[in-house]
T-cell receptor
């Protein structure tokens, strides 16, 4: 049972435009959410996180929005740059086991010059 | 340089031949974890450790063992590897449970 889902396997965006990556979760006990970026042949790197007590967190060009009632989060990248082309994973933790971190399947973002 | 180091980076082995993938971090992190990445499934957690001598199962622990005898090391042991354990493995660590993970570069394992 996939508790964290990224339903779009890929996304293509023009440089300078906004990239919106989506993530849905089913476990209402999740209360901490993170986004990671992964380039080929490298490990994922942490991008941004949000706690369930917030609905928005911003860091430079990256903003994460959390809609708890819809069990949905999204990552906005504005403006998108070719160097942002990577696989993006969302992840969630919480509930009775804070040590467990559940990832989505990933979305391949391609930013065209 | 703060990092998580995994070895080997690439390994081809045969069914049933025990192997260990080592993981070491130099950031004095308490939390360490192993993941496997498979196409269409994303990253799935195998085991995690919240401190020395404290380990627990993730979502896909079958066929794997871990140990945490020292804070910096968290080896992943495959006692009797099978072809369905062919995957890309990542070790990661963080200061606390809610901390952003620092990942290693990955170990690609093929079991024939």
């Amino acid at each position: 049972d996939q508790q964290v889902k990224q339903n779009s396997p890929s996304l293509s965006v023009q440089e300078g435009r906004i990239s919106i990556l989506n993530c849905d979760y089913t476990n209402s006990m999740f209360d901490y959410f993170l986004w990671y970026k992964k380039y080929p042949a490298e490990g994922p790197t942490f991008l941004i996180s949000i706690s369930s007590i917030k609905d928005k967190n911003e860091d430079g060009r990256f903003t994460v929005f959390l809609n708890k009632s819809a069990k949905h989060l999204s990552l906005h990248i504005v403006p998108s740059q070719p160097g942002d082309s990577a696989v993006y994973f969302c992840a969630a933790s919480g509930g009775t086991s804070y040590g467990k971190l559940t990832f989505g399947q990933g979305t391949i973002l391609t930013v065209h010059p | 340089e703060a990092q998580v180091t995994q070895n080997p980076r690439y390994l081809i082995t045969v069914t049933g031949k025990k192997l260990t993938v080592t993981c070491s971090q130099n950031m004095n992190h308490e939390y360490m974890s192993w993941y496997r990445q498979d196409p269409g499934l994303g990253l799935r957690q195998i085991y995690y450790s919240m401190n020395v001598e404290v380990t627990d199962k993730g979502d896909v622990p079958e066929g794997y063992k871990v140990s945490r005898k020292e804070k910096r090391n968290f080896p992943l042991i495959l006692e009797s590897p099978s072809p369905n354990q062919t995957s890309l493995y990542f070790c990661a660590s963080s200061l606390g449970l809610a901390g952003a993970l620092t990942f290693g570069a990955g170990s690609r394992l093929t079991v024939l």
